[in-house]
């Protein structure tokens, strides 16, 4: 791997950490689910084909007059990598690439998607743990940009257990993790949906993450139409039964999935997060 240079400007390039798309506003009420029609994984408020039935982990879903592709990974059958750079020391740079050069190394993924924020030459903006190694560290600063509103978050892996905590309280357990990934902001704190979120802000994008149902349960998403922050949240924890939940990137998401259920896989990402079947080869 290449030396990591941890760089700290924040323009408005692609690439680098943008301006918060939602403004900072005293913390709205949580928005609980109506009581007559409670949304749980799986419940009426779908749209789609059910996950369980499904041979693959991954569905597309409706919530909130809007539409996803979500992918529900049990660990004990599928194992997560976090991707960046090629044996060579170069940068993916899009799934379509990454997935390429792994299906010619026999390791083809399942699903893949961008794994957070990075900087022009595709570097990652926190934290990047692969392998058990740490490769780039964490970013505690403050800043312009989704990336820096707090509190922002570690998404992590070790074997068959996952876990996401916020920024500071990774860094303080420093939990066992073969792969980890920062970004911001958390969309689900321990239930409780991000404080600086409006109910259904004005700024919509393309937005993509990652939620944490249980120990064994990783839950990517990425939306097909142009999302608020607080709707997207409110997919991770009132429709899919997440906690915790980390945002990863906007506009320039990306999620390559069988049966036609990839949305924008050619564009331009940084770190990627891929699963495995745990039956195939390891690469």
């Not at 142009?226 to 939940?245: E, K, T």
């Not at 990839?262 to 039956?279: C, E, M, N, Q, T």
Request: include cysteine; proline fraction near 8%; charged fraction near 20%.
């Amino acid at each position: 791997m290449l030396a990591l240079l941890l760089t700290t400007a924040c323009g408005a390039a692609v690439s680098t950490p943008r301006p918060a798309e939602e403004a900072a506003r005293p913390a709205p009420p949580i928005l609980q689910p109506p009581a007559a029609a409670p949304l749980t994984p799986g419940a009426s408020s779908f749209t789609g084909p059910d996950s369980r039935a499904a041979a693959g982990p991954c569905r597309a879903v409706s919530f909130e007059a809007s539409d996803y592709t979500v992918c529900e990974l049990d660990l004990r059958r599928y194992r997560v990598g976090l991707f960046w750079q090629d044996r060579d020391g170069r940068p993916y740079g899009s799934l379509y690439a990454f997935k390429r050069a792994m299906a010619a190394a026999g390791d083809p993924p399942v699903v893949s998607m961008n794994a957070g924020m990075y900087h022009e030459d595709l570097s990652p903006v926190g934290l990047f743990v692969s392998g058990g190694r740490q490769l780039n560290p964490a970013n505690e600063g403050d800043g312009d940009g989704n990336f820096f509103m707090k509190p922002n978050g570690v998404f992590y892996v070790d074997g068959e257990s996952a876990g996401i905590l916020e920024t500071g309280a990774y860094l303080r357990r420093a939990p066992a993790a073969g792969i980890a990934t920062q970004s911001g902001p958390m969309l689900v704190i321990d239930g409780a949906l991000h404080p600086l979120f409006s109910d259904d802000g004005s700024s919509r994008k393309i937005r993509n993450g990652v939620g944490i149902r249980d120990d064994h349960t990783v839950v990517f998403a990425i939306s097909s139409d142009r999302v608020s922050f607080g709707s997207f949240a409110r997919l991770f924890r009132d429709g899919l039964g997440c906690r915790n939940a980390l945002y990863l990137d906007g506009s320039i998401s990306a999620l390559s999935a069988p049966d036609g259920l990839s949305v924008g896989w050619g564009i331009r990402v940084g770190p990627i997060l891929a699963a495995f079947d745990r039956a195939g080869p390891v690469s």
